[in-house]
Structures are given as C-alpha cells and as structure tokens.
C-alpha cells in the first residue's frame, strides 16, 4: 500500500469514527446534534488555515445559538486524519436548528466551505429539502455539489484552487475570518 492509499484509508477510518460518534452522542442525550467539518476535497484535511476557519466557524455557530436562547448541552472539537471535527448536542428543534446552520452557510463569507449537518434525537439526518432549500451548488459550476463529486466532473486541484481563492479574497479583505 502506497502513502497516499494508507492516508485514503486513514480518512475513511475517521470517518467511520465520526459516524459512531454521531451514534453515541444521539443516544446518549437524545436530543438535536451538530456535526460540523469543512469541506475539503483531497489527502490534505488539516492545516492551521483550515483550523482556524473552523473554529471561527464554531464560535460564530455557537453566537448564533445563544442569541436565539438556544441551550448548548454538549460541545467537543477535534482533529482526525479526515481534518477538523466539532459536535454539538442543543436543546432545540431540527428544523429550527437545521434552518440556523444553512443560513451561515449561505450568507457566511465562508459559508461555502462549511458543512454542518443536523441529525434529530432519532439519529436521522435533516436534509436542507427538508426545509424547503435546494441541493448546494458545486464551488466551480451550476450543478449539485453532490452529483459533482460523484461523477468527478472537477480534479481535486480545480476545487482546492477555488477554495484558496475563496479563502485568500477574505483574507485581504479582513483581518479575520
């Protein structure tokens, strides 16, 4: 196995993790979890420009919840091989929950780079059709993000190119992110 299959392995690994996480924190407070990473196509998932746009991303997320007098039951960041991890169990509705995240997403400057996906107490994921919203867009065409990345219409390249201008065009124009 060559490094870049053992780093592949080592993503899909956390994934899994991530997944039984999800699990374990849903059965143990069975309410309303968070799981929040950024997408971030390719081997490299970690540096200190992602982990910076994470946290931002958490701190602005966990503003958001207290300004609408959400309760924050449980928080825990991370890093894996698959890059930055933050979970968040809250005491509120999915769909109002689900409707808080997707609007950072698409008005935050760097919206496009974060995922945050919402699961209710029963473990099930909410969908952003759920709420009456379109699939996201990919970063480099019209199309669905998700159909995108299935069929490969874009090299790994292409998207981290675009994510890095995205990124750099902030940068210049703020101090912060």
């Known amino acids: 196995m060559n ?3 053992q780093v592949l392995e080592k993503i899909l690994n956390a994934r899994e993790k991530r997944a039984e996480m999800q699990r374990e924190l849903i059965n143990i407070y069975k ?7 950024l997408n971030i196509p390719g081997v490299e998932k970690s540096n200190p420009t992602f982990t910076k746009i994470h946290e931002s991303a958490i701190e602005l997320l ?3 919840l ?4 959400i309760k924050l039951v449980y928080k825990m960041v991370q890093t894996t091989a698959d890059g930055d991890e933050g979970f968040l169990v809250v005491d509120e509705d999915q769909w109002r929950v689900k409707r808080i995240t997707t609007s950072i997403e698409e008005n935050h400057k760097l919206g496009r780079l974060f995922d945050f996906d919402v699961f209710n107490k029963d473990g099930e994921q909410v969908s952003r059709s759920e709420i009456g919203l379109h699939a996201r867009k990919c970063l480099l065409c019209n199309n669905s993000a998700k159909a995108c990345a299935r069929n490969r219409n874009h090299s790994v390249i292409e998207i981290l190119n675009r994510i890095y201008e995205i990124i750099d065009y902030e940068q210049l124009y703020t101090s912060n992110f």
């Open 31 to 37: 309410n309303t979890l968070i799981s929040f990473t």
């Open 66 to 69: 207290e300004k609408r007098n």
């Open 62 to 64: 966990e503003e958001e």
């Open 3 to 5: 490094k870049e299959e």
